[in-house]
Nanobody, 115 residues
Framework: QVQLVESGGGLVQAGDSLRLSCAVS????????LGWYRQAPGNEREFVAR???????NYADFVKGRFTISRDYANNTVYLQMNSLKPEDTAIYYC?????????WGQGTQVTVSS
């Protein structure tokens, strides 16, 4: 069973930075590509960033140049470094293993950006 536990959310001001962490169960960490999604109130969950075991990553257009996803193999953790945060980045951020169809999600961590 895949286990994903997010942390690092919080309340920040526009322009600030946050780093989200997602601890991944050991077997899943090397097996799956890992990603971050987010869901704002009244909106559908949307893709933010994804990283493969090769290290290749891709991003949603609205975070390119601001967010960076990375994998820490020593700690089975995937990070999302978020810089230059905007109020529209306010959402619950979810960690995912294996893609949307996998059903492997964390519980989410709230990010709130005030203007």
């Amino acid at each position: 069973q895949v286990q994903l536990v997010e942390s690092g959310g919080g309340l920040v001001q526009a322009g600030d930075s946050l780093r989200l962490s997602c601890a991944v169960s050991e077997g899943a960490f090397s097996r799956y590509h890992l990603g971050w999604y987010r869901q704002a109130p009244g909106n559908e969950r949307e893709f933010v960033a994804r990283v493969w075991s090769s290290g290749y990553s891709n991003y949603a257009d609205f975070v390119k140049g601001r967010f960076t996803i990375s994998r820490d193999y020593a700690n089975n953790t995937v990070y999302l470094q978020m810089n230059s945060l905007k109020p529209e980045d306010t959402a619950i951020y979810y960690c995912n293993a294996g893609g949307v169809g996998s059903g492997a999600w964390g519980q989410g961590t709230q990010v709130t950006v005030s203007s």
